[in-house]
């Protein structure tokens, strides 16, 4: 049995939409496998998720067994910390100014 890649998965799972539809969204068989490639599709999408967060899982564990705390946190930050500083908004960099812009911005959004 061949395994589908994900992409695979939504073109047959959003391609198995048409058919159904033209045919008035009957629950026989069309639906039926409308259902199946659906759930195979979402499945891999959860399979995925739950394997990228066991591998940052498995790194900080590895990490921290074998005592290197470089290791570890360098894992850690990759994982949790954000690696993108936004240092202008709208053309100014100075803190106080951002958030003087940022305040009223809210201010008028609150308003209206």
């Not at 391609?15 to 195979?40: T, V």
């Not at 946190?73 to 100014?97: A, I, L, M, T, Y």
Request: aromatic share 14%; glycine share 2%.
């Amino acid at each position: 049995m061949k395994v589908l890649i994900h992409t695979e998965l939504y073109y047959i799972s959003t391609d198995s939409d048409e058919p159904w539809k033209a045919a008035g969204k009957p629950r026989e068989q069309l639906f039926s496998k409308r259902q199946s490639y659906r759930a195979q599709y979402r499945a891999r999408i959860r399979k995925k998720e739950s394997q990228e967060t066991e591998s940052y899982t498995n790194d900080l564990y590895e990490a921290f067994l074998s005592k290197s705390n470089t290791a570890f946190w360098r894992c850690w930050r990759s994982q949790f910390e954000s690696h993108s500083k936004c240092s202008q908004v709208d053309g100014c960099v100075d803190p106080d100014v951002i958030v003087n812009r940022y305040a009223c911005h809210f201010q008028k959004s609150i308003l209206v």
